[in-house]
């Protein structure tokens, strides 16, 4: 037993090490800019960049598109796959998976093929057309994720029940959807939308081979152009990560404490 | 309108509108997803004038595109199975090793974070701790005078890419691992040691044989996982490591293979590999679900 609890100690020491040495590294070198002290030189050039304000916003904004549209799609399909057409669950539930399966930049490629400017759908002939693929596109790859989140939240519930409730009390579709099912699985609906949202803040190869101005593609351009911009950046891009993560534990934690037997 | 829909036209009308219901995400599914992915494998089987041809299957194996496809094997192979082993060791620390429970939570937590912590950052990340003026090449060099790059270490290589990756393999581990090895059932264990049987002949004989499908098919996951990578390999080497993901990246850009139908036959050894590997591993967790009832 005891020689067991040391093993324990000594993985959990190493594993620590190999998780916090990177971002202790990344953190030292960020405040490195100044020569012979540490400051924060490096955040203040990455702030007052024009082009990272322009591209966080952008990243930002389609973020944001890609949880409303994402969760518009995905929140219907899921209740109505619970409500009346449970045969299909498994198609559903397969096609969710397939953007873990196909590879993003496989995916994108067919993308630039398929909807090109001489294609009969031109998406990639103007910058609104590029930039609805690629709202398209992340929802695509979030897929997976917002799918998992609602069906869960889905299942704490009883679908059936609350629209016959909801029907028997004279409510239309709308209404039972949006006043009904929304808040019901709000948890799952938020959880999907942090991890979109941190998908999306860093994603680089759709963006990048669409040719949008988005973070990613930013964020490897100052990597290949500069010194000590670019741990400033990953230690901002972790920071996101960390923010979206927390907020999902915040909230799966707040729903278990409203509804035990989920 | 045909008899059968005379005779049934309630149950009918119902059904269309079930089939309609799903229609958006139907509709969705097969633009951004199925018919791109559909138009690649098609693309791959035919000569740019539109023929039918194995030729660009047959071109994949000269020797630049196979050593890009066995490179990216090679650090796959390697970055998902150091993260299963090291991964398997700390999912075993924070459920049998009896550390106290804010490192569970904590681990399980960092997990969640570092495991979605990858592309560009995560290439920064790792230069300024093993790049050549990185936190601990400069460490090393001025207290123990060890220079790490004098050893042939080098960040943009094979080795330097799989421990990069391994920093979001083996969270993930951890992630999937946990729950199987909370279904390990006290039970087993007291009945192997009543029985007579050593640490190490429970784990051979009772507990291995029932973790082995979610080992095996957790390793073949973080597999596909690296293989379909691109952002951290990109931002970390730029193009001077010849991985499969990279190749199809400057193809896409510029048709460096000067044949866009090899390119998609490429896409196509992508799609192959990650989708074994991805069936093999849904197929194994379907077993070993059996055990976590």
Known sequence: MKAQRLGAWIAIAIGASYFIIPLLGTLEFSLRMRRGAYSFDAYQSVFSDIQFRETFGY?????????????????????????????????????TLLPLVIPAIVIVFGYLRLYNSSSILPLTGSTSGTNTLL????????????YRAVDTAMRAIDVRT????????????????????????????????????????????????????????????????KAYEPSALAVIAFAITWLSMGLIQLVSRFQKSVSPKA | MTTTTAAAPLISKRAVIDWLGIAPFAIFALMFLIVPTLYLVTGAFLTPEGAFTFKNLADLFTPSIMSAYWISIRVSVASSLGGALIGFFLAWAIVLGGVPN??????????GVASNFAGVPLAFAFLSTLGRTGLVTVFLRDWFGFNLYGTGFNLLSFFGLTITYMYFQIPLMVLILTP??????????????????????????????????????????????????????????????????????????????????????????????TGISNILYIWLRMRAERWQK
Not at chain 1, 135 to 146: A, C, D, H, K
Not at chain 2, 103 to 111: D, K, M
Not at chain 2, 239 to 254: D, E, F, K
Request: aromatic share 12%; proline share 6%.
């Open chain 2, 180 to 273: 199987a090895l909370d279904g390990l059932k006290k039970e087993w264990r007291e009945a192997a040691e009543i029985l007579g049987a050593s640490t190490w002949q429970y784990w051979r004989m009772v507990a291995l044989p029932i973790l082995w499908p979610s080992l095996l098919g957790t390793t073949l996951l973080l597999f596909a996982n690296a293989f379909g990578a691109i952002a951290t390999a990109y931002a970390l080497t730029g193009s001077s490591l010849n991985i499969v993901p990279i190749l199809l990246y400057a193809q896409i850009r510029g048709d460096v293979l000067h044949n866009p139908n090899l390119g998609y036959a490429l896409a196509l050894g992508m799609i192959v590999i």
């Open chain 1, 59 to 95: 990243s930002m904004l389609m973020a944001v598109l890609t949880i409303i549209f994402g969760m518009l799609l995905v929140v219907p399909t899921a209740y109505w796959v619970r409500l009346r057409l449970p045969q299909v669950r498994p198609v559903v539930e397969f096609v």
């Open chain 1, 162 to 225: 609350l629209t016959e409730a909801a029907e028997s009390l004279g409510a239309k579709w709308p209404t039972i959807l949006f006043r009904c099912i929304f808040p019901n699985v709000m948890s799952g609906v938020l959880s999907g939308a942090f991890i979109t949202f941190a998908i999306v803040m860093g994603e680089f190869t759709m963006a990048a081979l669409l040719n949008r101005p988005a973070f990613g593609p930013y964020l490897q351009l100052v990597g290949a152009n």
């Open chain 2, 102 to 111: 804010w490192i569970r939570s904590g681990l399980l937590t960092f997990s």
């Open chain 1, 135 to 146: 709202m398209f596109s992340y929802m695509t790859l979030s897929l997976p994720y917002m």
